[in-house]
């Protein structure tokens, strides 16, 4: 394991210390550290989508308002 | 459910991933929790300030139609994450407004301390018809992550609207604080929890497994009412939890509730045909020794039939002179002194002489004790026997103080 990869993985899993990761094998390690990877981008891409599309059903008077909200 | 097992499934559901995906992964429960707690909290930074934008344009819209948009475009994940950033008035109006079945699928997204007075101030009735929904669905678990945050009233109804016991020990199995779990099982009427250990009984040897692993939670009150609800039902019930623990080598599990077991359902449980099996005596004594549990398994050797008790001083027989000692040192009163001496009383003389003389080894710290309990018959008749191995000074030593135990009256 390289102090990289453990580095880059305790980043993404956001903890605070790499304690939990040290008995990991190199591959379970970038394993884990890419799945956490597609998780946040799977949820923020999910999320933007959303974002988009709740306008359209956002009544024509108010969509301005909260178009101003949600793009500033 | 082990607690590594219920862990790995938490975490797959954060990385939206099937369980056995993880199955490989080396770390333990602890380190499994860690690592889903810090991995949820990164997700839910990653989308706050976006999440944060909506929350506040949400509220310029009438609630019907921002319930309408979260259900049809926002769907279940987003409305979770969103949830907990709301006014709890606004985020309340907003669920009751939504049907039941979008709040299940939400509700296994929602992180229940984002949401907490939301999900408080939920009215039962909406609760168990969710709660009815995740049953049926078999996801126990996000029922589970809820009990922390729900009033006793509202658990109580769900209980009692769910009329599958192993889905309430599916559901125990999965709550993380001990405290609420110990509250939640008392909820459960005796006479369902009863019926709980008898399905558990009749069913695949995995579900003793789980039903041990969430007794070993409990504190020894609920170990011993658990143990003798067992004890009371069919003998198969407490044969299947040993044929289990055979099996699976959860012998860590099975003597603690044995332990914590009524004198009457000890004797029950010795009764047992698969008690007679040799490997689980063995299984029974190893755990004994690791646990520092000869104290709660002496007794038990004392409550056995001569026979029995024959086949455990044979495994007995070939533990080392360390655990000898932690035998000689756990004895203490009369039940487990007899345990102690009536097995080694069933020893081969070499066997004997071996146990005497670690007694004598420790003879100045046990004499007391032993002195004690040997004014009952059954220790005395069974110190009669091993006494001859002792150094005539530490026998003389002991003759005394036995007839100063007893107020100078010759024992019988």
Not at chain 1, 4 to 27: H, Q, R
Not at chain 2, 67 to 87: D, T
Not at chain 2, 159 to 182: C, G, N, Q, Y
Not at chain 2, 233 to 239: I, K, M, Q, Y
Request: glycine share 4%.
């Amino acid at each position: 394991m390289t102090p990289e990869l453990l580095a880059e993985t305790k980043s993404e899993l956001g903890l605070a210390d790499a304690t939990p990761l040290v008995t990991l094998p190199t591959e379970q390690l970038a394993w884990l550290r890419d799945a956490a990877r597609t998780a946040r981008d799977r949820e923020q891409a999910a999320l933007e989508a959303a974002v988009d599309r709740a306008l359209d059903h956002v009544p024509w008077l108010l969509r301005g308002a909260v178009k101003r909200i949600l793009f500033p | 459910m082990s607690d590594r097992r219920g862990e790995l499934v938490k975490l797959a559901r954060v990385l939206d991933l099937e369980p056995d995906v993880l199955a490989q992964l080396a770390l333990d429960a602890d380190s499994l929790r860690t690592v889903r707690e810090s991995l949820s909290a990164t997700l839910f930074d990653a989308s706050r300030p976006t999440l944060q934008r909506v929350a506040k344009a949400s509220k310029l819209l009438p609630n019907g139609t921002a319930a309408k948009v979260g259900e049809h475009v926002f769907g279940p994940l987003l409305c979770a994450r969103i949830v907990g950033l709301l006014a709890p008035d606004h985020a309340i109006d907003l669920t009751l407004r939504l049907p039941d079945g979008f709040l299940a699928d939400t509700s296994v997204e929602v992180d229940p301390r984002q949401a907490e007075q939301l999900i408080a101030a939920m009215p039962a009735d909406r609760v168990v018809a969710i709660a009815g929904l995740l049953v049926a669905r078999g996801d126990f678990l996000t029922l589970a992550r809820f009990v922390d945050y729900l009033s006793t009233d509202t658990i109580a109804a769900v209980i009692a609207s769910i009329p599958d016991e192993l889905a309430l020990l599916h559901i125990a199995t999965f709550v993380e604080s001990r405290a609420r779990l110990a509250e939640l099982v008392g909820l459960i009427p005796p006479a369902r929890l009863r019926a709980m250990i008898a399905a558990v009984g009749a069913a695949p040897s995995e579900l003793w497994l789980e039903a041990l692993a969430l007794a070993n939670q409990l504190d020894e009150r609920w170990k011993a009412t658990i143990g003798d609800l067992a004890a009371e039902l069919d003998p198969a019930v407490l044969e299947a939890m040993v044929a289990t623990a055979r099996k699976h080598d959860a012998w860590d599990a099975v003597l603690p509730l044995v332990a914590a077991m009524s004198a009457w359902s000890q004797a029950r449980f010795v009764e047992l045909d698969g008690v007679n099996d040799p490997a689980v005596l063995a299984g029974l004594v190893s755990a004994a020794d690791r646990l520092a549990m000869w104290r709660q398994l002496l007794p038990l050797a004392a409550r056995m039939d001569p026979p029995l008790r024959q086949r455990l001083a044979s495994v007995i027989e070939s533990v080392s002179i360390e655990a000898i000692d932690r035998i000689i040192l756990a004895a203490h009163d009369r039940a487990t002194w007899l345990g102690a001496l009536a097995t080694a009383c069933e020893l081969p003389p070499s066997g004997q002489q071996r146990v005497m003389q670690r007694l004598s080894v420790h003879f100045e710290a046990r004499v007391e004790s032993l002195a004690d309990a040997a004014q009952s018959d059954a220790v005395w008749r069974a110190l009669l026997l091993l006494v001859p191995y002792l150094p005539r000074a530490q026998r003389d030593r002991l003759a005394n103080t036995i007839l100063a135990a007893s107020g100078g009256k010759i024992v019988a």
